[in-house]
């Protein structure tokens, strides 16, 4: 799973983390399959948390660029179903 996005990769973890809950509410896994389950669950955490920080690296590089060519930012944020702005 070393290439793929992110969203394969939460996709992937939630499939383990079912099949784990699966196969051990009937006992059929043992310590150490569980254990390994849940390594592997770990290092994909690990490389999604790695692609999202890229992801938000390479965004806050082109925030810049954008704004060193003079734009600026004046868009507010708006919560979703509500009609409270953004504070940031």
Do not use: W
């Amino acid at each position: 799973m070393q290439n793929n996005t992110i969203c394969s990769r939460h996709n992937y973890l939630l499939s383990e983390i079912k099949y784990l809950k699966k196969q051990l509410k009937t006992n059929k896994l043992t310590l150490e399959e569980s254990i390994s389950i849940l390594n592997k669950i770990s290092s994909e955490i690990k490389l999604a948390n790695k692609s999202a920080q890229h992801m938000e690296d390479r965004l806050h590089e082109y925030k810049n660029a954008v704004e060193s060519l003079g734009f600026e930012r004046k868009k507010r944020f708006r919560f979703r179903n509500s009609t409270k702005e953004n504070p940031r």
